[in-house]
T-cell receptor, first 117, second 113 residues
Framework: DADVTQTPRNRITKTGKRIMLECSQT?????MYWYRQDPGLGLRLIYY???????NKGEISDGYSVSRQAQAKFSLSLESAIPNQTALYFC????????????????FGPGTRLTVL | AQSVTQLDSQVPVFEEAPVELRCNYS??????LFWYVQYPNQGLQLLLK??????LVKSINGFEAEFNKSQTSFHLRKPSVHISDTAEYFC???????????FGTGTKLQVIP
């Protein structure tokens, strides 16, 4: 089973609709992130959470909101979708424990391809 | 603030030829450096990383990168590429202690048979 899962994998919606993208992880990591990927722009950070009670805006948070329901779950919402939010969205996790071999490494989900018409 | 520059958006190279993907970063403090690879229709996965110690780091599939502090670079190299190396490669940086990653815009490596 995948360590980081995202649902749905693909979604087509209309302008103005509210959309929620969900992310779950079984890695036991405390830190979770949402990115969007656009051709030629790389990955840009939308929101990140260093623990359940900690939510922080990234560089492009306008038009998005998040909820950290549990250590393992981090959802991203588009309150009123618009066409320029069409993109590939990735959830990622990382481990804050400095002695872990994977410290500072980010583990990505498979992505959600969102199309807003 | 940290930033990452990958000047080459696409790099075509013939199979078995060497390749170098360039990455430069900007930061006023110590950094951790990473290369991630994204195969078609997949998420990103770590290729290699520099945290401390030896400035030359290697991956299990023949890639290597060297941290050059004076030139603020972390270029990725492979002496002989294979078709299966066709992917998009992202350089990333974390400023010491912040745990927030900044990614470059990516370089698409196209290996030509």
């Amino acid at each position: 089973d995948a360590d980081v899962t995202q649902t749905p994998r693909n979604r087509i919606t209309k302008t103005g609709k509210r959309i929620m993208l969900e992310c779950s992880q079984t890695k036991g990591h405390d830190r979770m992130y949402w990115y969007r990927q656009d051709p030629g722009l790389g990955l840009r950070l939308i929101y990140y959470s260093f623990d359940v009670k900690d939510i922080n805006k990234g560089e492009i948070s306008d038009g998005y909101s998040v909820s950290r329901q549990a250590q393992a779950k981090f959802s991203l919402s588009l309150e009123s979708a618009i066409p320029n939010q069409t993109a590939l969205y990735f959830c990622a996790t990382s481990d804050s424990v400095p002695t872990g071999n994977s410290y500072n490494e980010q583990f990505f989900g498979p992505g959600t391809r969102l199309t807003v018409l | 603030a940290q930033s990452v520059t990958q000047l080459d958006s696409q790099v075509p190279v013939f199979e078995e030829a060497p390749v170098e993907l360039r990455c430069n970063y900007s930061s006023s403090v110590s950094v951790y450096l990473f290369w991630y690879v994204q195969y078609p229709n997949q998420g990103l996965q770590l290729l290699l990383k520099y945290l401390s110690g030896s400035t030359l780091v290697k991956s299990i599939n023949g890639f290597e990168a060297e941290f050059n502090k004076s030139q603020t670079s972390f270029h990725l190299r492979k002496p002989s590429v294979h078709i299966s190396d066709t992917a998009e490669y992202f350089c990333a940086v974390i400023e010491g202690g912040y745990q927030k990653v900044t990614f470059g815009t990516g370089t698409k490596l196209q290996v030509i048979p």
